[in-house]
Structures are given as structure tokens and as C-alpha cells.
């Protein structure tokens, strides 16, 4: 993130925001702003890496911001993003510079919905539960919505 100076210009009128049902569905990366984090209650003090990605297809479409941040506890997390874009294999090794090269990149993932309180009004957001293993990828190409069933199934 950077900050605004009082001589900065502007011009970003926002993503397109639309939440999206539960479900798996195709996403492309739309840029990447790299960052530092000064931390979390479970992170330390970090490199991240705050994603935009264009996630659905047809009339559900929806920005999505995701971190990822550079720190060990998240090593799972940032070889599953990689392994869904084809940039790595399971096992293989990979220089994090290969964050210069995901724009445009694409993949699919997995997207649950995460509540949250701000000026005491309840607000609900789409969140990336999980990058998905292209062998794990729809075969037809098609988003998965999760249904009432599979909503309250965290197993699939």
C-alpha cells in the first residue's frame, strides 16, 4: 500500500465488486502491489504480496483482493497459488521473483464468504479459501456453486 501525499493524483474508481455464491470458479490475475506488512496476530512482520484478481465467468464476475505473505507459515499457501497458476509442480522449488510474472496469469480457486463488523453494520466479502491444483480444475470449464449441502460440507 502506499499513501497518498496532498500533491498526489488519483484516479482508481474501485473493482467491480459483486458477491459472488460460494463456489470454484476461473480467476486471472489482474496486478499484483508488492508490500510490507507489519504484521498479524499469527504473521510476523512480512514482505506481501496484495493480489487483484478477476474472478467467475459470464454475469458473475467479481474483483477479489487477496494477500499473500512471505513468511513460512504461509509457504503452503504461496506454493498453491504458483501450482494454480502452472508456475510450479508439487515439490519443485521456486524463486519468489516469479511474482514479476503472474499478470494476466490465470487458474482457479475456491471462494467462501467472510463476514465482518465496520460502524456497526454487518458486511460480508468474498474471500479465497484455496488456490486449486489445475488437476483439480473443472474438466469442463464451467464455475462449481457450492450448494445449501456442500456450504455446510468444508470437506469438498
Request: hydrophobic residues 35%.
Amino acid at each position: 500500500m502506499t499513501a497518498f501525499g496532498w500533491d498526489s493524483t488519483i484516479k482508481n474508481d474501485g473493482g467491480d465488486f459483486k458477491l459472488l455464491p460460494e463456489g470454484v470458479y476461473p480467476f486471472t490475475v489482474r496486478s499484483l502491489e508488492k508490500g510490507y506488512s507489519n504484521g498479524t496476530k499469527n504473521i510476523p512482520p512480512c514482505p506481501m504480496a496484495k493480489l487483484t484478481l478477476r474472478v467467475g465467468s459470464g454475469a458473475a464476475v467479481s474483483d477479489v483482493t487477496n494477500t499473500l505473505y512471505l513468511d513460512d507459515s504461509q509457504e503452503w499457501k504461496l506454493c498453491q497459488f504458483f501450482l494454480a497458476l502452472g508456475m510450479r509442480k508439487h515439490g519443485e522449488e521456486l524463486n519468489l521473483s516469479a511474482f514479476d510474472r503472474i499478470k494476466d496469469k490465470t487458474g482457479w480457486l475456491e471462494i467462501d464468504h467472510y463476514s465482518y463488523t465496520q460502524d456497526g453494520e454487518e458486511k460480508t466479502i468474498n474471500s479465497v479459501a484455496r488456490y486449486l491444483d489445475p488437476a483439480d480444475a473443472p474438466a469442463d470449464g464451467k464455475p462449481v456453486l457450492a450448494d445449501t449441502a456442500d456450504a455446510e460440507d468444508s470437506s469438498w
